[in-house]
């Protein structure tokens, strides 16, 4: 299905059964998203987990993690620990390394 207001095909798989009203992510307690991002709509998010490279910059775009929600994204199912993402860090690299050693450094 093509989604016109993101200018991105969106591919869902129908899942039966439970499963398929609640979603797999009611059992996990940590929930990202993978979007491709604007560089304008990146500005104000900078922190230590988010480097645009001078690839990026001439793309004019950037592969990131979503580490929760915004008014855009309401309808997404993202979710972590209270505290887990500072309120910059919405954006990160595409990187699960950063992922996991945040994810260590919190719950140790």
């Known amino acids: ?4 207001s993101e200018l ?4 869902k798989v129908p899942v039966k059964g439970s499963v398929g009203h609640t979603g797999v992510e009611a059992d996990f307690t940590t929930i990202i998203g993978t979007k491709k991002v604007p560089l304008s709509k ?3 998010f900078e922190n230590d987990l988010l480097n645009i ?3 990026e910059e001439a793309l004019g ?5 979503q580490t929760y929600i915004d008014k855009d994204t309401l309808q997404d199912k993202m979710r972590s620990a209270m505290g887990l993402w500072a309120d910059n860090e919405m954006y990160i690299d595409n990187d699960i390394l950063h992922v996991t050693k945040r994810l260590e450094e919190y719950y140790d």
Do not use: H, Q, S
Request: charged share 25%.
């Open 42 to 44: 990146l500005e104000g």
């Open 1 to 4: 299905m093509y989604n016109e």
């Open 61 to 65: 775009f950037k592969y990131v993690f």
């Open 8 to 11: 991105v095909t969106e591919i």
């Open 53 to 55: 490279t001078p690839r």
